[in-house]
C-alpha cells in the first residue's frame, strides 16, 4: 500500500521493538533507494504502530496481510484505523 505496511514478526525476548524497526526500516530503505525501485527517495515517517497477535491468531494477520490490496478498496487504511483506536480505546500519542 502506498501510504502504510503491514509486517508480520516474530521477536526473540532480547530485541526491543524499537530496534527492529529501526532495523527494518533503515535497511528496506537503503536496499529501495539503491535498486531505484520508487520515484525519489524512501523515506520512513518516524512514528509507527505495533500490537501482538495471539499464536492462534497468526494465520488470520497473515492472510489479512497477503489480501490487503482488495481489503483497503473496500476501507481506506485512515478509516480502519480509526475504527481499530476507537474499538481498544487506545491513545495515539504524537
Not at 51 to 58: D, L
Amino acid at each position: 500500500m502506498p501510504e502504510h505496511i503491514h509486517c508480520l514478526v516474530a521477536l526473540n525476548a532480547d530485541i526491543p521493538l524499537s530496534k527492529t524497526l529501526q532495523l527494518l526500516k533503515g535497511e528496506s530503505a537503503f536496499w529501495a533507494n539503491k535498486e531505484g525501485l520508487i520515484k525519489g527517495k524512501l523515506e520512513w515517517a518516524h512514528e509507527y504502530f505495533a500490537g501482538s497477535v495471539s499464536e492462534s491468531q497468526v494465520d488470520k494477520v497473515r492472510e489479512y496481510i497477503k489480501n490487503q490490496e482488495e481489503h483497503h478498496r473496500k476501507i481506506t487504511f485512515k478509516e480502519e484505523f480509526d475504527a481499530f483506536i476507537e474499538k481498544y480505546k487506545l491513545e495515539v500519542q504524537g
